[in-house]
């Protein structure tokens, strides 16, 4: 398991952007990392993905609006997210997907918040 540590999150309008960052404490290298989010009273989901190969899915909420990518070599994971809605307000998390479930333990994750 390794530690993870996300920033970048913070207040923005409605159609605005913010681009999150996660460092991870060791190599990541050829393992899948996650972008989720858990809004106040909801659970925890799954908006992107990125595998070792740098394959990138989406949850349909966020296709077209939020890019994953990668950074092997500095062990950096970031989201870009564009065209925010009010509906993506919540505490951004990263962590590593193994077997399809998060594997390390949580960070403190990032909030962002949407204003309509």
């Known amino acids: 398991q390794v530690q993870l540590m996300e920033s970048g999150g913070g207040f923005v309008q409605a159609g605005g952007s913010l681009k999150l960052s996660c460092a991870v404490s060791?190599?990541?290298?050829?393992?899948?990392m996650g972008w989720y989010r858990q809004a106040p009273g909801a659970r925890r989901e799954l908006v992107a993905q990125?595998?070792?190969?740098?394959?990138?899915n989406y949850h349909d909420s966020v296709k077209g609006r939020f890019t994953v990518s990668r950074d092997d070599e500095k062990n950096m994971v970031y989201l870009q997210m564009n065209s925010l809605k009010p509906e993506d307000t919540a505490v951004y998390y990263c962590?590593?997907?193994?077997?399809?479930?998060?594997?390390?333990?949580w960070g403190g994750g990032t909030q962002v918040i949407v204003s309509s």
């Open positions: 990125i595998s070792g190969g740098a394959t990138a």
């Open positions: 962590n590593q997907i193994v077997a399809g479930i998060p594997y390390s333990f």
């Open positions: 060791g190599s990541m290298s050829g393992i899948s």
